[in-house]
């Protein structure tokens, strides 16, 4: 079962939070373990095209070398078991810095990392002579059309793609192999720097969500807790958020990633509020959905309970060491048994006609309602790459959610392809849907597992029906002050 340990996460002092110097060369040791000789080449991210835009750093790239700087690569040439390293960024230049802000400069980097830096302005000319080598070129970077031809594939192609494309015309005999899956799973592990770093973006997320529940209220704009819940994570230090805040009532509470945050909420509505704080890189993603009234009709409490119990059967299979398949198959035993228990579906084993033909394909009945997986790793992304992707099992360094959503969505029925068997299915379940139309759940929690076992990082955030109503009904007095000690947190960690 889950178990709510105080696991070490929860004492790393501030000045451990930070990623080390050292941590990010195990990293780049790690990686070259995992691959032959050869010249590693990481690209990071390009500096938008117009410099008031923001720009954001390529995770992998970043993993790497914890340099957060534009235009910025690494290249390592291994040979033989000896590494040469190099580091290229944009060189300081004072006239262009009044436009975008001081750049660490070739001395800076090797500084920030231990590694030889190099102007930018050298890179092509470096890969140049190195394509001519004979050795194989083995890339981290934005390679779309360079990972879709390794498959007989077609992509756009990228900045990226188009040096490579050019190195390759020189030198026809170039191999070039995208190893950015490797950086990928060695991203699903994530270290305890690491842990406290998403521990801290779930923290500033939860303040945020308690702050919009407490404020919403019948004929308020999803606009207006948007600010909210962005003004609480910029405000505890948060770089961003994660992801496109959604913040969906009524309808809009079926839509998975509605994020147009337009519409005035109704004192009858569902507000279903998926949100993430990033923090220095790292995000958080927590859902929670109340009633605009304050107060769960039947219909709703309906829905969202089971969507309860099914997140409960999930976290008793969240075990260290346990097949993670456990999770899936216990929430959707539960969804589909509940589903029937309310009538929106024939029985737990009911499927439908989900393609035409002589002989159609079934599908289940309850993915009308419950279409998107359990959950997903997160960390430098909101969908990060997680242990069990390649493991199937939860290990110590998992870091995920589980978010289970039931949508009932008032035309569903009329989404299955029309055949007479699903005609005669919609006649069975139209008064139903009809009574729960509109409504959406999803309840997200993240979690994160280490040596001692599994930790619902998330867990400040009220989920119970009562809770809900009685965080909504003492209401909001405005904006709480920042929480002082969080915002030191950040100060003390570079």
């Not at 019948?218 to 948060?238: C, H, P, S, V």
């Not at 945050?261 to 993603?285: T, W």
């Not at 009220?462 to 000690?485: C, D, H, Q, V, Y």
Request: charged fraction near 25%; include cysteine.
């Amino acid at each position: 079962m889950l178990r709510r340990l105080a696991i070490a996460l929860s004492f790393v002092p501030a000045a451990l939070v930070a990623q080390s110097q050292k941590e990010f060369a195990s990293r780049r040791e790690a990686l070259l373990k995992r691959v032959g000789d050869g010249v590693i080449v990481a690209f990071g991210a390009h500096e938008p095209a117009q410099d008031y835009l923001s720009f954001y750093q390529s995770p992998s790239f970043y993993y790497l070398t914890g340099l957060r700087e534009p235009d910025a690569a690494l290249v390592m040439v291994k040979k033989n078991g000896q590494v040469n390293a190099t580091m290229f960024v944009q060189p300081r230049l004072p006239a262009r810095e009044v436009w975008t802000g001081a750049r660490i400069g070739m001395a800076g980097v090797e500084t920030l990392t231990g590694i030889r830096g190099r102007s930018s302005e050298q890179l092509a000319a470096v890969l140049d002579s190195l394509a001519g080598t004979g050795q194989q070129f083995l890339v981290v970077g934005d390679v779309p059309a360079h990972e879709a031809e390794a498959q007989g594939q077609t992509a756009v192609r990228s900045a990226d793609d188009q040096l490579l494309d050019a190195l390759k015309r020189k030198v026809s005999t170039l191999r070039i192999t995208p190893v950015n899956d490797v950086v990928e799973q060695l991203r699903s592990a994530k270290s305890p720097a690491e842990l406290a770093l998403i521990k801290q973006a779930v923290e500033i997320t939860v303040l945020a969500q308690k702050e919009a529940i407490s404020a919403l209220t019948d004929g308020i704009n999803e606009f207006e807790l948007q600010a909210l819940i962005e003004y609480t994570f910029r405000r505890n230090g948060a770089d961003r958020p994660s992801f496109a805040t959604i913040v969906g009532s009524g309808p809009n509470s079926t839509t998975l990633h509605y994020n147009r945050d337009d519409r005035f909420i109704d004192i009858n509505d569902m507000v279903v509020m998926d949100i993430g704080a990033s923090y220095k890189g790292y995000a958080a993603d927590i859902t929670r959905t109340v009633p605009a009234s304050g107060h769960f009709s039947t219909s709703q409490r309906d829905i969202y309970q089971l969507v309860r119990d099914v997140q409960s059967a999930a976290e008793r299979q969240a075990v260290p060491g346990a097949p993670s398949r456990l999770m899936n198959d216990s929430a959707n035993a539960v969804m589909a048994a509940g589903l029937a228990r309310l009538k929106l579906i024939d029985s737990p084993s009911a499927t439908y006609d989900c393609s035409t033909g002589a002989n159609p394909r079934q599908c289940p009945q309850y993915r009308l309602y419950y279409m998107h997986g359990l959950g997903h790793g997160i960390g430098l992304e909101v969908h990060d790459p997680e242990q069990f992707y390649y493991t199937a099992r939860l290990a110590p360094g998992s870091a995920f959610t589980i978010e289970p959503g039931i949508y009932v969505r008032e035309h569903v029925l009329e989404e299955m392809p029309d055949t007479p068997r699903n005609r005669e299915i919609a006649d069975r379940l139209r008064q139903f849907v009809m009574f729960y139309k509109n409504i959406g759940v999803r309840i997200e929690d993240d979690y994160a597992v280490t040596d001692r076992g599994v930790e619902r990082l998330s867990a400040g955030a009220p989920r119970e029906i009562a809770e809900l109503e009685a965080l909504m009904k003492a209401g909001s007095t405005g904006p709480a002050k920042r929480n002082r000690e969080m915002v030191e947190r950040y100060r003390q960690s570079p």
